[in-house]
């Protein structure tokens, strides 16, 4: 038997984290959440991450959750609070992010009232949550909290909310506590399903494979790599915003675009087999309505998550187990020995015109083993990676879901999670700001990551993203909209970050890059990089 203690759940709460392993929480304060927050003050071990908005505190346990692969918990403020975490919310749901999401509200006594600040919390959580509940009983409180940990480490694993009535948490609570648990999933397929796609894969002549984070999640970058060399197929990253594959190996193409159906379906279209593994197909804003797949082309699809299998096309071979087991099994079916592929990646050398060339090929010269990035350079991307390309599990997380502001923050989670690390985020200017507050939560915390702002005076990817508008239409090019501008009055970064207790430090010429790298590796606190890579027009 276990013993039972009656304490009030606002003290309950914690005892259940503890058990659970989880020592921090992000959040901003707000008077429903007051005496739990009373509680967390005295507690040792337990560290309450201030952050100055809602859409801060969610990314950076975003960035938390995805470095340490845990539970990441985040304190909003009833439905004001939660209404302004929406959009990193969707971030984190698209990009399966293990949030436990708590929000306070006056109370069970107050619903009838309709006061200030009343709302149906778990409605407007839904549509961005995997699972949004309520606590109504004091008798119930820990059970739900276990519950939703479960389903947000499940996978497919995703952000899930509850609301916390004031006078439930005051309330006496009778609950035991008890770790959650997490059910194992790691699946291994039948025999028959293992030989039907070994089969398949053994009669293509011109074979892809389409990978996604679900790979990472599993740890299937090896079985990855070596069913690939097997069948010297190319592999093309979808949904990929973690290190999948090393992306120096020579049969990795690149990722397909985020926007345009037209990238997908002329990397596909010549295939006779499309193996798909770990991956939304496609998750581009404008995707195909007609399948991209060449008609006679044999189509296998490998996920853990089931609502991903022939979620938008028909596939020939439906396999729902685990990247990993799975593709082992499958290689191992193809040949019993495998000698791994060898070769060398030189790092190309920088244009010597390109600020952001050249910054990411001195961070790569200056940088050691310790290195880990968070990319939402969005168009400077590509310079990033040619000079710093992804290659170790852990070393790189790229934004994801659509939401901008995810760079300064998740790079903070990231940094907490991983504190021996030299963590760098790549961010733009527009980007930024939307979540530059989350400076002073560095600062406030000593938390020592980097931040590089690209800073090229406007909103570039919507520059790129109208051209091909008007192609696609026949609209003759003209000047950009003037809501794409950042130029004037233009954004002082340096200053800003100094007023947030972050130095700085901004890069106008190419004399200026190395000085500049080396003071970021070496700062022992945070510090920015106004890195000027475009200027007005």
């Not at 407007?124 to 940990?149: D, N």
């Amino acid at each position: 038997m276990i013993a039972v203690v009656s304490r009030l759940g606002k003290a309950a709460i914690f005892e259940q984290f503890a058990a659970d392993g989880i020592t921090r929480m992000f959040g901003n304060p707000g008077t429903v959440e007051q005496g739990m927050l009373d509680v967390a003050e005295g507690l040792r071990g337990f560290e309450y991450v201030l952050a100055l908005h809602e859409s801060v505190a969610v990314a950076m346990a975003d960035g938390y959750a995805r470095a340490t692969a845990r539970t990441a918990v985040v304190q909003l403020h009833s439905a004001v609070g939660l209404g302004n975490a929406i959009g990193m919310l969707y971030q984190a749901k698209r990009g399966h992010s293990p949030l436990l999401v708590i929000a306070g509200e006056a109370g069970v006594r107050y619903d009838a009232m309709d006061g200030q600040m009343a709302a149906d919390l778990v409605r407007m959580a839904e549509p961005v949550t995997k699972y949004a509940t309520r606590v109504t009983h004091p008798g119930s409180l820990l059970r739900v909290l276990r519950r939703a940990v479960k389903v947000a480490m499940t996978p497919p694993r995703g952000p899930v909310f509850v609301a916390l009535p004031m006078d439930v948490l005051d309330a006496p609570c009778p609950e035991p506590v008890v770790p959650s648990t997490i059910p194992v999933t790691d699946t291994t397929p039948p025999q028959s399903a293992v030989d039907e796609v070994a089969g398949a894969l053994r009669a293509a002549r011109k074979p892809i494979i389409l990978v996604g984070d679900g790979i990472a999640v599993s740890g299937a970058q090896q079985e990855l790599t070596r069913l690939a060399e097997l069948l010297d197929a190319p592999v093309w990253g979808v949904d990929c915003s973690e290190v999948n594959m090393d992306t120096t190996h020579p049969l990795w193409r690149g990722q397909l675009g985020h926007m345009f159906g037209h990238v997908s379906a002329n990397a596909v279209g010549g295939a006779d087999l499309v193996l798909i593994a770990g991956t939304a197909v496609f998750p581009e804003v404008f995707p195909y309505l007609d399948s991209p797949f060449r008609p006679d082309a044999t189509v296998v699809q490998i996920d853990a998550d089931t609502h991903e299998i022939a979620k938008n096309f028909p596939v020939d071979v439906a396999v729902a187990a685990d990247p990993k087991r799975t593709l082992a099994a499958v290689g191992g079916a193809l040949a019993a020995d495998h000698i791994p592929w060898q070769w060398t990646w030189q790092p190309p050398s920088p244009d010597p015109d390109d600020l952001m060339e050249l910054f990411a090929a001195e961070l790569a010269g200056q940088a050691g083993d310790r290195l880990v990035l968070f990319d939402e350079a969005l168009t400077s991307s590509p310079a990033l990676v040619r000079h710093l390309p992804p290659r170790r599990p852990g070393s790189y997380f790229l934004t994801r879901g659509g939401s901008l502001g995810v760079g300064i923050p998740g790079a903070i989670g990231v940094q907490l999670a991983r504190p021996g690390a030299d963590v760098v985020a790549f961010t733009g200017d527009g980007g930024s700001m939307y979540t530059i507050q989350a400076l002073w939560t560095a600062a406030r915390h000593a938390v020592p990551a980097k931040f590089v702002i690209c800073d090229n005076h406007r909103y570039e990817l919507l520059g790129r993203n109208i051209e091909q508008y008007w192609r696609e239409r026949g609209i003759a090019s003209h000047r950009h909209p003037g809501a794409f501008d950042l130029s004037h009055p233009e954004i002082g970064f340096t200053e800003l970050a100094r007023s947030l207790g972050v130095d700085a430090t901004r890069v106008e010429k190419p004399a200026q890059v190395r000085q500049a790298v080396r003071r970021l590796l070496a700062a022992s606190g945070p510090f920015l990089v106004d890195l000027i890579t475009g200027g007005p027009r």
